[in-house]
């Protein structure tokens, strides 16, 4: 009888603890299923054991990262086995963690502010889908751990990385990548601000063409502009000169002009040829009266020119007794211009004495030829330098005297 109470007794309690174990793991497997329900939120707190938040096999597709940010006791985090796809800017948020395991998952790319996880020792990217890696991760300077196995990285970075078979060469994995993307990172910033820089100068330039060409537009503006009001004053000039010749004229002349107009066969040859001889003479005074003052001009400047070359003194004399007869800006003029004909002699005597000793050595004429060539390019954008500024400012003194003697 015993026996048989000893033997029911073990049975009870055998299937006691059964319906117990069952009870738990039914339990478990509920649990499990709840947290699979899309609805559903994770109760990190039970997830959390010491320091470490285990939230593997979660069948997660987003990170929690509002709620994890809120646990700041868990400096490690757990994501492997899940279906993650992107971890999402906001993930840089959790700078206390120090380990994170992002393996077998599906990610494709990590967030571009990484790098904001300064803490990170341990990082855990196995099996992925991984190409390249932000380089933000060259700020990770606290990294002593990183696995890269079976992710399609590029070559380079494949290189760099290396197998990560064991403990050493993911340590390894660590020390190399960090500065490998810190350094990429300085060469590109440096390679963006070159090219920055060129724009920058390439604006300028292009400002400074456009300026140019403003610039020449106005010039030859002024230029049509001077052109007009020229040949307006000589058109002026003209019709004055005109004028007084009909005034002056005797009024038999104008008896024998009237008779001339009605009959010409009448007129003897004499005085139609007398006539033309007047108009030519009258041509001949306006062409004399245009380039008078251009010779005195020239011959003035040249003089100038040669006093200053041969005694400097002197030219300081005259330049400080004529300031008081001449305005400012016909004197500027008149000491720009002697200026550089001086110049242009002094050039021209350099280039003559070097000629000079060119010759005396002898050298070979197709050195001579471009020489003398150079020389005369030289004197060429000289003159045409004297004749731009002649021509630009000359109708301005004329017109200044004009209003001086008026």
């Not at 400002?207 to 002024?222: D, M, V």
């Not at 005259?318 to 400012?328: A, D, G, R, T």
Request: hydrophobic share 35%; with cysteine; proline share 4%.
């Amino acid at each position: 009888m015993n026996s048989v109470n000893m033997r029911y007794r073990y049975h009870l309690l055998l299937t006691v603890s059964a319906d117990r174990k069952f009870k738990k793991l039914s339990e478990d497997f509920i649990t499990v299923q709840t947290d699979k329900m899309p609805g559903k939120k994770l109760n990190l707190r039970d997830r959390l054991e010491d320091d470490q938040l285990d939230l593997s096999m979660s069948d997660l597709d987003e990170v929690p990262v509002r709620e994890i940010a809120q646990i700041k006791k868990a400096t490690s985090l757990d994501l492997s086995n899940n279906r993650i796809t992107t971890l999402g800017k906001n993930f840089a948020s959790l700078v206390h963690l120090v380990k994170i395991d992002l393996s077998n998952n599906f990610l494709t790319e990590l967030p571009e502010n990484f790098g904001e996880l300064v803490q990170l020792k341990h990082l855990d990217l196995y099996n992925n889908k991984l190409q390249h890696l932000p380089l933000s991760i060259g700020q990770l300077r606290n990294l002593r751990w990183l696995d890269l196995k079976n992710n399609p990285l590029v070559p380079a970075l494949a290189e760099v990385v290396g197998p990560c078979l064991d403990a050493a060469q993911c340590q390894k994995a660590a020390r190399t990548v960090v500065p490998f993307l810190q350094n990429l990172q300085v060469q590109i910033a440096e390679e963006r601000e070159r090219r920055q820089q060129q724009r920058r100068r390439q604006r300028e330039l292009d400002e400074l063409a456009a300026q140019e060409k403003k610039k020449e537009l106005q010039q030859q503006q002024q230029q049509q502009k001077k052109k007009k009001k020229a040949s307006k004053s000589a058109e002026k000039i003209q019709a004055k000169t005109e004028n007084g010749v009909k005034h002056n004229s005797r009024p038999s002349q104008s008896i024998v002009d009237e008779e001339i107009s009605q009959d010409p066969s009448t007129v003897p040859r004499g005085k139609i040829q007398s006539k033309h001889s007047n108009t030519k003479k009258s041509g001949n005074g306006y062409v004399r009266l245009i380039w008078t003052p251009i010779l005195l001009v020239v011959s003035c400047l040249l003089g100038l020119s040669l006093v200053s070359l041969l005694s400097p003194e002197r030219y300081l004399l005259f330049q400080q007794s004529v300031k008081n007869i001449l305005h400012p800006p016909a004197a500027e003029l008149l000491w720009q211009l002697t200026d550089y004909i001086s110049h242009g002699i002094l050039q021209c005597s350099t280039y003559v004495m070097e000629f000079w000793v060119w010759l005396k050595e002898e050298e070979k004429i197709q050195e001579a030829a471009a020489y003398l060539i150079s020389v005369w390019h030289l004197l060429c954008l000289k003159v045409e330098v004297v004749y731009r500024t002649l021509s630009d400012q000359l109708p301005l003194y004329i017109d200044m005297v004009k209003k001086k003697i008026s």
